[in-house]
């Protein structure tokens, strides 16, 4: 079984429309990372969460932690083709630094 | 600011050949480092992992090897590569956040 687990797998939307996408552990952690990775580059940072019950925003997209810290979402409102990306959760679990498999998101103009 | 330097960007290699994946890091000291591989499509699949010079941790049996010669030189490296070794390699580091490198896409033909 997965550390963290994504859904959906796959996603697509049209422009203007409104989603939310969801990781969630069977495990507690101390922060939870949120990253969009486009084609042929790497993963870059949306958002850290840290406390139970978090809510950050950064212009079109909330994020959210769980208050028990095992699960976290990204609502994006009104969404645009320039949100399309891969959606990918991480955690620090040990030493080691762990994404979850992501969400695949498509937006269509 | 955290940078990491890998290279070469995209790489072609006949089967059965060695392979060198090099990263290094800017900015910080004592970093953890680590390898993913990624297939087309798919999320980020932890490979290895250093918390110090000379100390490797593999998360994966497989064809790959890794180094940590230097504070700041992490090294993926195989004898003799597979068709099953393609996909996309990031070097990553995490002191505080994670950062990453541009990624390596490897082709074994």
């Known amino acids: 079984t997965q550390l963290l687990e994504q859904s959906p797998q796959f996603l697509s939307i049209q422009e203007g429309e409104n989603l939310t996408v969801y990781c969630n552990s069977s495990?507690?952690?101390?922060?939870l990372q949120w990253y969009r990775q486009e084609p042929g580059e790497g993963p870059v940072l949306l958002v850290t969460v840290v406390t139970g019950g978090e809510v950050k925003k950064l212009k079109r997209l909330t994020f959210q932690f769980g208050d028990a810290r095992k699960d976290s979402s990204l609502h994006i409102t009104a969404a645009q083709p320039g949100d399309t990306g891969l959606y990918l959760c991480?955690?620090?679990?040990?030493?080691?630094?762990?994404f979850g498999p992501g969400t695949r998101l498509s937006v269509l103009p | 600011s955290q940078t990491i330097h890998q290279w070469p960007a995209t790489l072609v290699q006949p089967v059965g050949s060695p392979l060198s994946l090099e990263c290094t890091v800017e900015g910080t000291s004592n970093p953890n480092l680590y390898w993913y591989r990624q297939a087309a499509g798919r999320g980020l699949q932890l490979l290895f992992y250093?918390?110090?010079?000379?100390?490797i941790s593999s998360e994966v049996p497989q064809n790959l090897s890794a180094s940590r010669p230097q504070d700041r030189q992490f090294i993926l490296s195989s004898k003799k590569l597979l068709l099953s070794d393609s996909g996309f390699y990031l070097c990553?580091?995490?002191?505080?956040?994670?950062?990453f490198g541009q990624g390596t896409r490897l082709t074994v033909v």
């Open positions: 990553a580091g995490v002191y505080g956040g994670a950062f």
């Open positions: 250093s918390v110090g010079i000379g100390q």
């Open positions: 495990s507690v952690f101390s922060s």
């Open positions: 991480a955690v620090v679990y040990g030493q080691n630094f762990v």
